[in-house]
């Protein structure tokens, strides 16, 4: 018959992973020709829970590539831009024991333009990326204890365990190579 035990352990106690596109501008010093490339680097996030909600707060640089003077010159305009996005994660433990949780965010899919657009001297852009939020936090795991004590059935023979080593002794060649 088995008995219980319950052991407290951290463990991943809430997991989400959630899709954003946001739009965003930048105002160029010149008038743009053409849009010749923007990318995205330096993401950096991080996250805190607040009001039973994850509140993920981050940067990253967005360059942006024109050409202007009809097009007979480039330049790469840079903005940082910071966002704070909310997403609710749902727990998973019935047996959520601790208020101080460990919040962690990983990339899934890090920041990229996807569209860009010249409008009446201003760039308009929208930036795609997916967060994984894992929660992890104290919980409470029932196990069964088996009373039964383990049976040794396997019993050890040091004279067998000996003739094998001798014979392995005795067959090598010491003059092989």
């Not at 831009?81 to 208020?99: A, F, G, P, R, T």
Request: negative net charge; aromatic residues 8%.
């Amino acid at each position: 018959m088995a008995t219980f035990r319950e052991i407290v352990t951290k463990a991943v106690i809430g997991k989400g992973k959630k899709f954003f596109s946001n739009s965003y501008s930048m105002t160029p010093e010149v008038k743009v020709d053409t849009i010749l490339g923007c990318w995205v680097i330096n993401h950096k996030f991080r996250g805190h829970e607040k009001n039973d909600k994850i509140i993920i707060d981050g940067n990253f640089d967005v360059n942006m590539w024109y050409s202007y003077d009809n097009d007979t010159k480039t330049a790469v305009m840079t903005k940082t831009i910071h966002y704070q996005e909310e997403v609710k994660v749902k727990i998973k433990s019935d047996n959520d024991l601790s208020s101080d949780k460990d919040i962690i965010v990983r990339g899934l899919k890090q920041p990229n333009c996807i569209k860009v657009e010249n409008k009446d001297d201003v760039i308009e852009f929208i930036i795609e990326k997916e967060l994984g939020i894992e929660i992890v936090g104290e919980t409470k795991v029932r196990i069964g204890i088996e009373n039964d004590e383990e049976l040794w059935e396997e019993i050890i023979d040091e004279e067998l365990i000996q003739n094998v080593e001798k014979e392995i002794e005795e067959s090598i060649e010491e003059d092989f190579i």
